[in-house]
């Protein structure tokens, strides 16, 4: 259960948020005061409210996205939470949902 407690400060969507697995998720305010009005920052999922959880390589999201989703095939992206899909270099490829390019 979800409460201001568990985040660094007295606003619930400011800072972060533990999640029953104790991976750091970041949380933004969407316009409201409640916790269920926080969303997953880029690069985490998760409901409204939270908790977010970190999008694995090779996987994305835009801020108040649920689910990752994966980097397009061409594409790729190294490491896990946020960060964008990078294009591979000339001469090499990658299928979707990469986290590195080959020759």
Same mark, same amino acid.
């Given at each position: 259960r979800i409460?201001?407690?568990d985040f660094v $400060?007295? $606003?619930p969507c400011?800072? !972060?948020y533990l999640n029953? @697995? !104790?991976e750091v998720g970041y949380l933004s305010s969407k316009g409201g005061s409640a916790v269920a009005d926080c969303v997953c920052m880029p690069g985490y @999922?998760?409901?409204d409210g939270g908790p977010c959880t970190a999008c694995e390589a090779?996987? &994305?999201t835009a801020e108040g996205s649920e689910s990752c989703v994966e980097c397009e095939a061409g594409t790729y992206k190294a490491g896990a939470g946020p960060g964008s899909c990078e294009v591979c270099g000339a001469g090499? &490829?990658?299928g979707s949902g990469s986290s590195t390019c080959s020759a």
């Open positions: 409460s201001t407690t $400060d007295s $606003d400011s800072g !972060l029953a @697995e !104790l @999922e998760g409901p090779g996987k &994305y090499t &490829y990658s």
